[in-house]
C-alpha cells in the first residue's frame, strides 16, 4: 500500500519558520521525484516546489523563492519544506506528491499524493 505522511504544520506567525516532512511508504523513494503543493480556500492548488530523485535539482515557485528550500533524505525516505519568512498568503494546506518520471510543476504528473498539513500563518 503507497502511503505519503505530511507532518510539520501548524499556526504560525508572519516572519516564523516551520519545516514539513513528507514520508513515503510502499514505493522506492528515490525512484521518484517529489512535489510540494498548496491549496489555499477558494484557490486552486499550486506547485510550491519539487525535487529531483536524486536530490541534485530542485525546483521552487516565484512566490516561495529566496524563502522556502525543498530537501530530501533517500535514506530517510523523507522529503522536507524548509519554510522561512512565513507570510499569511502562505496560509493552505501543504500536500507532497511523488512522480516516477520527474518532479514538475502541474500536479497531473503525480501520481500518489498525501492527505495534506495545514499551515495557517496570522499577521
Known amino acids: 500500500q503507497v502511503q505519503l505522511v505530511e507532518s510539520g504544520g501548524g499556526l504560525m506567525q508572519a516572519g516564523d519558520s516551520l519545516r514539513l516532512s513528507c514520508v513515503l511508504f510502499?514505493?522506492?523513494?528515490?525512484?521518484?521525484?517529489m512535489g510540494w503543493f498548496r491549496q489555499a480556500p477558494g484557490k486552486e492548488r499550486e506547485f510550491v516546489g519539487g525535487?529531483?530523485?536524486?536530490?541534485?535539482?530542485?525546483y521552487l515557485a516565484d512566490s516561495v523563492k529566496g524563502r522556502f528550500t525543498i530537501s530530501r533524505d533517500n535514506a530517510k525516505i523523507t522529503v522536507l519544506l524548509e519554510m522561512n519568512s512565513l507570510k499569511p498568503e502562505d496560509t493552505a494546506v501543504y500536500y507532497c506528491?511523488?512522480?516516477?518520471?520527474?518532479?514538475?510543476?502541474?500536479?497531473?504528473?503525480?501520481?500518489?499524493w498525501g492527505q495534506g498539513t495545514q499551515v495557517t500563518v496570522s499577521s
Open positions: 525535487i529531483s530523485w536524486s536530490g541534485e535539482s530542485t
Open positions: 510502499g514505493r522506492t523513494f528515490s525512484n521518484y521525484g
Open positions: 506528491a511523488a512522480d516516477r518520471n520527474g518532479s514538475g510543476s502541474s500536479s497531473r504528473r503525480y501520481e500518489f
